[in-house]
């Protein structure tokens, strides 16, 4: 996700070409032949992703009559751990696998996942999300951070390599709940499901297909092919991640649990799903905060102030990703219920926000160039500013609706439409400028570690999600049929809260541009 503004300062990693090489390698329109590939492994990564994201609240809701809490929380749970899983692949793929074999595991295990869904049973269903969870941890943050080391040092092309890459995501989500979701709704919904495993198999047969063609060069490969090989209790260090990843998946699957459920052998089980929360607060984050603040005590004082700076612009990420993550369950389950769909399905609505990112990214990529060349580029703290603030008006147009609802309590679908459309052109203003200031501003031996709290952030941002939804559950039973103007005045009610709140958070990066522009030194 990267579009940035000003020239960047490439991440050359231990895994890339050593600096004053030229790790590009063969070039295709351009840019590095390998960006394509990479381009093309992530459409279908996401298109499986997305596909299934669609879906999930729909199904639980209409299918397995989950309640609306019961529903939202799984999700959020889901979100966070699959957000949460990229700390640890990053650090694996920095230290062991390298970035090639991490996405290659990675894909694999989510492949599983994703047909592993179109079963009907509860073991495979919590199962698959794990397994989904699982491999998203090692492919999401080291294919982000191959894209980056695919150019040299200075290379003014990086942000426009991004731009394409970025495009390549939402290529697959616009495309994932048309498709996904139409099978689901016409055929099945573990149809849809199939349809999302078929898209992960995709990805990575096109992944493959780059590595066995030569052209990401020396870049993303094993920091010491003998370290990997090296045998551990006769195993080598390799086979053991992977032996590890298959046994870690009861653990996820338990974690997404919050119910009841009979288990053959074991009879009626009962879990609380405030086991993630333990995870996340007291265990996650503190670790997280010990690592960064040995980091920042380690490097120089310019590596120090701008790694505050990550930490600041992460902060800000997450708020936007917190009010942006209703889209998967809140905003959805407000689609079906009281808004007049009439050329799209609510698991379709998906499809709205990367439509507009399809159409909006290389026109902005080009303003962020010509504005750059004017000198008029804002810095990245203002683009986060204007882009959290996008957002809130976003959420206050989905607010105003039902001032316009029919009857029975059902708005226009244009006013989804519009207000996705502010959302999305804020998302464009925080999320690919801020994954390339985090590959420009992170220390170059930490990248891939840092990219994953990049990721973390969304992690927290779906639990926080997850509690705000709950604020707008109006189904106690599961069974899909609420409606009318009760449930609409509950979700609008709510997305104008989140509309003021984003206002305040906006106000709040300006305020701190002034001192996050001097510690970037230099980086705009």
């Known amino acids: 996700m990267s579009l940035t503004e000003h020239t960047a300062t490439d991440v050359i990693t231990e895994h890339s070409a050593p600096i004053g090489a030229d790790p590009t390698g063969p070039e295709m329109f351009g840019h590095p032949k390998g960006l394509f590939y990479l381009f093309f492994a992530e459409l279908w990564e996401r298109f499986s992703f997305y596909g299934m994201r669609a879906l999930l609240v729909l199904y639980m809701v209409n299918e397995l009559l989950y309640s609306d809490n019961v529903a939202i929380g799984i999700y959020a749970a889901y979100g966070a751990l699959v957000y949460a899983t990229p700390v640890l692949g990053g650090m694996i793929a920095d230290k062991l696998l390298g970035y090639r074999k991490a996405i290659m595991l990675g894909a694999v295990l989510m492949a599983l996942g994703h047909f592993a869904l179109a079963i009907e049973h509860p073991i495979f269903f919590y199962g698959a999300l794990a397994l989904i969870i699982v491999g998203n941890g090692f492919f999401k943050p080291n294919i982000s951070t191959l894209v980056g080391s695919l150019y040299k040092q200075g290379d003014k092309r990086r942000d426009a390599g991004f731009t394409i890459f970025y495009m390549g995501i939402n290529i697959g989500a616009m495309l994932a709940p048309l498709i996904c979701g139409y099978l689901g709704h016409e055929y099945g ?46 195993v080598t260090r390799g086979a053991w991640v992977s032996i590890l990843s298959v046994v870690s998946l009861p653990i996820f699957a338990i974690l997404l649990f919050n119910g009841t459920m009979d288990i053959p052998g074991l009879g009626q089980v009962s879990l609380d799903g405030s ?78 926000n990367p439509f507009f990112i399809v159409l909006f990214a290389l026109p902005f990529s080009a303003m962020w160039l010509f504005f750059s060349k004017m000198r008029m580029n804002p810095f990245t703290p203002v683009k986060f500013a204007l882009g959290i603030a996008q957002l809130g008006l976003g959420f206050m147009i989905f607010a105003w609706s039902a001032n316009y609802a029919d009857a029975d309590g059902r708005v226009s679908i244009w006013f989804l439409i519009l207000g996705y459309m502010f959302i999305t052109t804020g998302e464009l203003f925080v999320s690919p400028v801020g994954l390339s200031k985090v590959t420009e501003l992170s220390p170059v031996k930490i990248v891939s570690f840092i990219m994953g709290i990049w990721f973390l952030s969304s992690s927290f941002a779906h639990h926080i999600a997850g509690i705000i939804a709950k604020l707008t ?20 009610s709510v997305f104008e809260q989140i509309g003021y709140v984003a206002f305040g958070f906006a106000l709040l990066a300006l305020l701190l541009t002034p001192i996050m522009r001097k510690w970037m030194h230099g980086i705009h």
Request: charged share 10%.
């Open 189 to 234: 919904w573990h149809y849809g499901f199939g349809a999302a495993g078929i898209g992960m198999l995709i990805g990575l047969i096109m992944f493959w297909n780059g590595t066995r063609s030569g052209v990401f060069g020396q870049n993303g490969l094993p920091p010491s092919q003998e370290v990997l090989n090296e045998k551990v209790a006769g």
């Open 275 to 352: 086991l993630i929360d333990i995870i996340m607060y007291y265990i996650l984050l503190p670790v997280i905060a010990i690592v960064l603040f040995y980091n920042l005590v380690k490097v120089d004082k310019v590596e120090r102030e701008r790694l505050i700076v990550v930490i600041l612009l992460t902060f800000f990420i997450t708020v936007f990703w917190s009010f942006f993550e209703q889209a998967g369950s809140s905003l959805t389950l407000f689609a079906e219920r009281n808004v007049n769909l009439t050329f799209l399905n609510a698991a379709q609505t998906n499809s709205i």
């Open 473 to 492: 559950s109006v189904s106690g039973s599961g069974d899909g049929e609420v409606g009318g103007m009760d449930s609409l005045l509950v979700y609008t």
